[in-house]
Nanobody
Framework: QVQLVETGGGLVQAGGSLKLSCAASGRIFSSYAMGWFRQAPGKEREFVAAISWSGGKTYYADSVKGRFTISRDNAKNTVYLQMNSLKPEDTAVYYC???????????????WGQGTQVTVSS
């Protein structure tokens, strides 16, 4: 089992920045790829970014490429999502996820946090 707790959400104006953190406990953190997803009201949960177990590979949704950066610190069992140049359409609940061999869809990830709200005002 892996337990995930997200922090760092909040209210920010358009153009601003936020940094989300996801602290993991349980099984060996460095064995897991980590991802960030988001879900806006009335919409499906969508992929935002992912990082390999070593941190050597990162993946981004086109909508956030160049604005968001995913990183991890295996010594601290934590993954981060630095969000810059935020837009109102980035407003959503952001979820952290973990899996040893994740796929492209949310259903292919085994472990999830409870989510943290990010609201971007115009």
């Amino acid at each position: 089992q892996v337990q995930l707790v997200e922090t760092g959400g909040g209210l920010v104006q358009a153009g601003g920045s936020l940094k989300l953190s996801c602290a993991a406990s349980g099984r060996i953190f460095s064995s897991y790829a980590m991802g960030w997803f988001r879900q806006a009201p009335g919409k499906e949960r969508e992929f935002v970014a992912a990082i390999s177990w070593s941190g050597g590979k990162t993946y981004y949704a086109d909508s956030v490429k160049g604005r968001f950066t995913i990183s991890r610190d295996n010594a601290k069992n934590t993954v981060y999502l630095q969000m810059n140049s935020l837009k109102p359409e980035d407003t959503a609940v952001y979820y952290c996820a973990a899996d040893t061999e994740p796929g492209a869809t949310p259903s292919s990830w085994d472990y999830w946090g409870q989510g943290t709200q990010v609201t971007v005002s115009s």
